[in-house]
């Protein structure tokens, strides 16, 4: 049984334990506001993207682009992991990286060479220690991504996806639903799907062109879809570095209600002891006292 200098040397550390816990709670709860702004103010840059290179692709008959096609064999895959460079998130990268294996493994089995682009000190250490040397690893952006971080990632790909040296890019990371939730999610990167192109607007042949393309549409079409994927890498990031944060403070806040809890149930262990030494003693007391008296 735990002496009274034992649980009481055990409640001063759980109290420690949760003055860090609401700590990070704390700091998980002003950095997710900081990320959600970063989200929403790359939003209207990410929505008229998309919006150009639709209407840029309504003005080109039968867009064609490396980036655009399908190849024949998927013989060689990127997957592209986010994670984060710290801890203490809950499942925040268990999740990514069980889903990464997962899908390693099912490409492999039929019959694709998987490489990986690893993002996040956690992803990288992970599948360095199982023996899989990304293809890039990138470390100390998680909270804070820039367009050059997804840049340089697209660069890894879209020059080997343009000459047939990779079939095919999937990328997975957490989505950014709420504070409370974080969705782990996978977007097929490469090759970009036809429909982000196509026209549905059966009268634009009759219609003028609201644009006027230097040189011509095609040309920046060629240009706006490299920027796409770049795009699409960067809300990834972004999203991840929100979800980040929300798990930190999820699992923060749940370590610092169960120290709570155990604080409270080691005080009642702790004078439940304590009453029971006293009690003893007491009894001690006037067993001696009567036994002086006979």
């Not at 100390?140 to 990632?153: N, Y």
């Not at 036809?194 to 060629?222: C, H, K, N, W």
Request: proline residues 4%; negative net charge.
């Amino acid at each position: 049984m735990a002496t009274l200098r034992d649980i009481e040397k055990r409640i001063d550390s759980t109290k420690s334990t949760q003055q860090i816990t609401r700590t990070m709670e704390m700091v998980a709860t002003a950095k997710i506001k900081r990320a959600q702004e970063r989200i929403e103010s790359a939003r209207p840059y990410a929505l008229a993207m998309m919006e150009v290179l639709s209407n840029v692709a309504k003005y080109v008959k039968g867009a064609s682009h490396p980036l655009l096609e399908t190849h024949p064999a998927r013989d060689r895959v990127v997957v592209i992991a986010i994670t984060s460079d710290r801890g203490m998130c809950g499942a925040f990268n268990s999740n990514i990286l069980r889903m990464t294996e997962q899908m390693m493994a099912d490409e492999r089995e039929a019959g694709a060479q998987v490489d990986l682009i690893a993002v996040g000190k956690k992803a990288v250490s992970y599948f360095r220690y199982r023996g899989v040397e990304p293809l890039a690893s990138y470390r100390d952006i998680s909270e804070k991504p820039t367009i050059a971080d997804a840049r340089s990632i697209a660069a890894h790909l879209i020059p080997s996806y343009e000459a047939c040296e990779l079939d095919g890019v999937e990328i997975l990371f957490n989505r950014f639903k709420n504070v409370a939730e974080q969705k782990p999610e996978i977007h097929h990167l490469l090759p970009i799907p036809q429909v982000v192109v196509e026209s549905s607007d059966a009268d634009m042949d009759r219609i003028v062109p609201e644009y006027i393309f230097e040189p011509t549409a095609g040309e920046v079409l060629e240009r706006l879809l490299p920027t796409y994927v770049e795009t699409l890498i960067y809300r990834a990031l972004m999203e991840s570095a929100a979800s980040e944060q929300g798990a930190r403070r999820t699992a923060m806040k749940s370590a610092t209600d169960n120290a709570n809890e155990l604080i409270t149930t080691l005080t009642r262990s702790y004078n439940r002891a304590r009453q029971a030494s006293i009690t003893n003693e007491i009894a001690e007391i006037v067993g001696g006292s009567a036994a002086l008296e006979e």
